[in-house]
């Protein structure tokens, strides 16, 4: 799959599961899970890491930094394999014939479950880097709770994840801190960027029927006991950055329903324009 900043597997090597490549096939599955429910899970997870890719890869060569290029870059291309890795999960429970291209490059937009705070676009640096630091910071939870999965593949893939997103957590929150903590100007722009992404956050740990039965079959990890460790280590960055909790009543949702911001059609038709434009083709 080929989306901003994307680089090809190399020709001839093997990709062990869970890295990126194609997942193992459904290993122990935990009783009374559907595979709609699988699918619906994996979908969720793969298209956050996919569209936070696709956002972080367009500011490539945008970035006040050759160095801070590089970071993103990778940054990018670390979500974009877990995305493949869901996707290509996805594709497999469905059994639809539908891979990894197909599930990211033929989906029309409500069709999409990715929370909408991965698809808001970059205004400015300071949003990019709150909606990392929320975003992330989230990942890293969910990540290394999901490595007790009783679904083997989850598991796996959230091994990985877990340790990249770690580095991902880290470059937020140098970026952050050195914001909020610097000239006046970069602190108000710091706590600007933070407000405009901070109320999506809620959707993060937003719970239907579907996460609550995953939940009940210990295949996912419980949102509502990650919420308190993602608030206070976001809470720990924000003082060192001596920038102020976003206070909100505001809580907009609906991305894992389909429903996305006015931003996500622009981006989507960026990302699939040439999928769209030469179906099947192949180089």
Known sequence: MTTAGSRPTPAGRPTPPGTGGAPTPPGNRATGVTSEDLVTYALRLGDDALIMAQR?????TNLPELEEDLAVANIALDLLGQARALLTYAGQLEGKGRGEDELALERDEREFLNVQLVELPDRDFAVTMGRLLLFSTYQLGLYRALTGSRDETLAGVAAKAAKEVAYHRDHAEHWVVRLGDGTE???????????EVWPYGAELFEVDAVQERLERAEVAP??????????????????????????????????????????????????????????????
């Open 222 to 283: 419980d949102l509502a006991a990650l919420r308190p460790g993602w608030e206070s280590s976001i809470g720990e960055v924000l003082a060192e950055a001596t920038l102020e909790p976003v206070e909100t009543s505001w809580e907009p949702s609906g991305g894992r329903r389909g429903l996305h911001t006015e931003s996500f059609g622009y981006l989507l038709a960026e990302m699939q324009h040439l999928r769209r434009s030469h179906p099947g083709a192949r180089w």
């Open 185 to 195: 100007e970069s602190h108000a722009r710091m706590q600007a960027g933070l407000a």
């Open 56 to 60: 972080l890869g367009s500011l490539v």
